[in-house]
């Protein structure tokens, strides 16, 4: 066959081999069996993150009317862990306001929630665990979880297992609140 380096494949390697057919040369690829171990290069299986049980994004509920000049009541199913994810989750279920269905909302659990527990959402909310209120509306020394980084992300900060942040206090004009983050700046 003579010399044959080794070209990769689609997905897989294989030899090229240089072959002789009547006075012609013709390259043909060959597949061969096992790959010997100081030549396996490329990605790796082992070290991927398995995320085939996970059980999907943790967002809170989208802003919507009835949450903006209201509130929505929404019960706790279930807790349940999702791989890879430190905190435990909490499954929401809330009526549609607009049509006739439910529509299931992936929290994470704060410390005291439980299932068959009602929260609520919105503006008119009271203070309590597991409600979803305006930072506008916090006191100062509310410890509070799954935070807002942008108006309308659905919550960006805090959502590790132990991890908050504190309102520290309100702008004069009530349009700016500062928070203590978890890493304490």
Request: proline share 4%.
């Amino acid at each position: 066959f003579g010399s044959s380096p080794w070209i990769k494949g689609r997905g897989s390697f294989a030899c090229a081999a240089s072959v002789q057919f009547f006075g012609r040369q013709r390259e043909s690829i060959r597949a061969m069996g096992r790959v010997i171990r100081g030549s396996r290069k490329g990605k790796s299986l082992i070290f991927t993150a398995k995320t085939r049980l996970r059980k999907g994004a943790v967002k809170l509920r989208a802003v919507d009317y009835a949450e903006r000049h209201g509130f929505m009541k929404g019960l706790v199913k279930n807790i349940i862990h999702d791989p890879g994810r430190g905190a435990p989750m909490a499954e929401v279920v809330f009526h549609d306001p607009y049509r006739y269905k439910l529509t299931k909302e992936r929290w994470v659990a704060v410390e005291g929630l439980h299932t068959g527990q009602f929260v609520y959402c919105g503006s008119k909310a009271q203070l309590s665990v597991g409600n979803v209120l305006p930072l506008g509306k916090m006191p100062e020394g509310t410890v509070i979880s799954m935070c807002e980084d942008k108006a309308a992300d659905r919550g960006r900060l805090a959502r590790a297992s132990g991890c908050s942040c504190m309102v520290v206090g309100h702008s004069d004009d009530g349009r700016k609140t500062r928070i203590r983050l978890p890493s304490g700046s």
